[in-house]
């Protein structure tokens, strides 16, 4: 397996290199998170490829936008530098035709995390797929609400739950939450929305904690995976799903969806800053 390429210079491979993966062990920031095998949740990492191209077999080329579906629960996941010069590495490579390209995008990616990925391939011209669509989130924006807010590293001490009667059940958004890569520095923007089931959860506290993430350092799967178990211990909802949807960066944007449920579906809504 190569090293790492973040923070390195690269030279760009335009012929098929499954090597060129990076695997990073999930379990170094669950570490930290005190998490064990025995996960709280489930889930999925979204990723959506829009630098797609390859050569047919008379060497005409290709475009596409790829979808990678990759379950939280795998052993590694992919470093998002490796996975974009994997698929540049497809760009001087002949294929036959869209069915094998799936099965090689599948197969390697795969392998490298330890779990099956699924691979959707959706061509340009296909306007009636969800990635050329624009959605909103669904729920409360909170947005709008007029907090003071001064700390900008993880604070979970901002979640706490109202007084109310009964049971609340409902979904917010915010598309304030910005951190950083752990390596390279750079700014990662996101939408965040959360949707549970319990005691109310103060609006203002939860934004001033989406907030509070400004300049952390981590990779947006572990982001996501820190803010269900701050919300899931401090506010110790009934059911949580936590789905956040970055911006991307290199041709890739990676959607990290994390849930309590044991039955639930995933909705990839294309925002608009995507």
Not at 222 to 251: K, N
């Amino acid at each position: 397996m190569s090293h790492n390429p973040l923070g390195r210079q690269t030279d760009y491979v335009s012929s098929y290199a499954p090597e060129l993966l990076f695997p990073i062990a999930r379990s170094d920031s669950r570490q930290l998170l005190s998490l064990g095998s025995s996960l709280p949740f489930r889930g999925v990492d979204l990723w959506t490829g829009y630098e797609l191209s390859w050569l047919d077999s008379r060497g005409k080329p290709q475009v596409a936008v790829a979808e990678f579906v990759l379950p939280c629960d795998s052993e590694f996941m992919v470093e998002s530098k490796s996975f974009k010069l994997y698929l540049n590495s497809f760009n001087q490579t002949h294929i036959a035709d869209t069915t094998q390209l799936r099965a090689m995008l599948a197969r390697d990616l795969s392998a490298v995390i330890g779990k099956p990925v699924e691979v959707h391939l959706y061509t340009v011209g296909d306007h009636l797929s969800a990635l050329g669509k624009i959605h909103a989130c669904d729920g409360v924006c909170l947005d709008g609400l007029p907090v003071a807010i001064d700390t900008y590293h993880p604070q979970p001490d901002y979640l706490g739950c109202q007084v109310s009667a009964g049971v609340v059940d409902e979904s917010v958004y915010s598309h304030l939450l910005k951190t950083n890569c752990p390596v390279t520095g750079q700014p990662d923007w996101a939408s965040v929305q959360i949707r549970y089931r319990g005691k109310a959860i103060s609006h203002e506290g939860l934004l001033r904690y989406i907030v509070s993430f400004r300049e952390h350092q981590d990779f947006h799967e572990h982001c996501v995976e820190r803010i269900f178990m701050d919300i899931w211990q401090r506010c110790a909802p009934e059911s949580l799903t936590v789905y956040a949807r970055y911006t991307r960066r290199g041709g890739l944007d990676i959607n990290p969806l994390r849930t309590s449920e044991h039955r639930w579906s995933l909705e990839s809504k294309r925002l608009l800053r995507q």
